[in-house]
């Protein structure tokens, strides 16, 4: 079955700096992964996508992650933090190949972002 | 592209009353639509998955006379929550899915409905 674990459940950065926010999966398939952003109180949206294809992944706002299959991990990262950063954060496997299958959430990691 | 609506975005409603959620995409059909709840500080647990003109498929532990899912056109699903009670309280949101072999099968969601029960 698949799963997917955030290693942290709250992060949090100074502005300018470094974001990483942890995320390990597993997969019996060829997984399908991506991190989706989530503002209080609004729906989600997707920042990324790992379908098999190049493994370091760029997304929008300046996010990318690189997906890892001997590390079981698809970690997301952003050079320099922005305060609009700050939200919760979610990394998901989709349970089978491709994007046919249904998503499969992690806990989610809030990131706060300090002035 | 790829626009999922949600109507409403927040209800308040009596114990024992039924509300019921739109869910709509807006600008692509839609052969799946996920509900998704998710309760404060947490994470999304997918609800059911509903087929335009078949019946939805519950997930374990989801009452499905409780949570009513119509899936009548491709563009739009509802969520109708029976016989309210203030546990049913939550934010619930919805995804399709577009045709495969259109855009790929990936899921947009909606921005949800926070939905009080009193």
């Known amino acids: 079955a698949q799963s997917v674990t955030q290693l942290d459940s709250h992060v949090s950065v100074s502005e300018g700096t470094p974001v990483l926010l942890r995320c390990n999966y597993s997969s019996s398939y060829s997984p399908s992964l991506f991190w989706y952003v989530q503002h209080p109180n609004k729906g989600l949206q997707l920042l990324l996508k790992y379908t098999s294809a190049a493994t370091l992944v760029k997304g929008i706002n300046g996010f990318e992650a690189e997906f890892k299959k001997s590390e079981t991990s698809f970690h997301l990262t952003k050079p320099s933090a922005h305060m609009s950063d700050a939200a919760e954060y979610f990394c998901v496997v989709s349970d089978y190949g491709g994007s046919q299958g249904n998503l499969i959430f992690g806990k989610g990691t809030k990131l706060s972002v300090k002035p | 592209g790829a626009v999922v609506s949600q109507h409403p975005s927040r209800v308040i409603c009596k114990s024992g009353t039924s509300v019921k959620i739109e869910c709509r995409s807006l600008d692509f059909q839609a052969t799946t639509m996920f509900w998704y709840r998710q309760f404060p500080k947490q994470s999304l647990m997918l609800m059911a998955t509903?087929?335009?003109?078949?019946?939805?498929?519950?997930e374990q532990g989801v009452e499905k006379d409780k949570f009513l899912i119509n899936h009548a056109s491709l563009t739009l699903s509802t969520l109708t929550v029976t016989s309210a009670h203030p546990e049913d309280s939550s934010f619930y949101i919805c995804?399709?899915?577009?045709?495969?072999?259109?855009?790929?099968?990936?899921?947009?969601f909606g921005p949800g409905t926070r939905l009080t029960v009193t």
């Open positions: 509903s087929n335009e003109g078949s019946k939805a498929t519950y």
């Open positions: 995804s399709a899915r577009v045709l495969a072999g259109v855009v790929g099968g990936e899921q947009y």
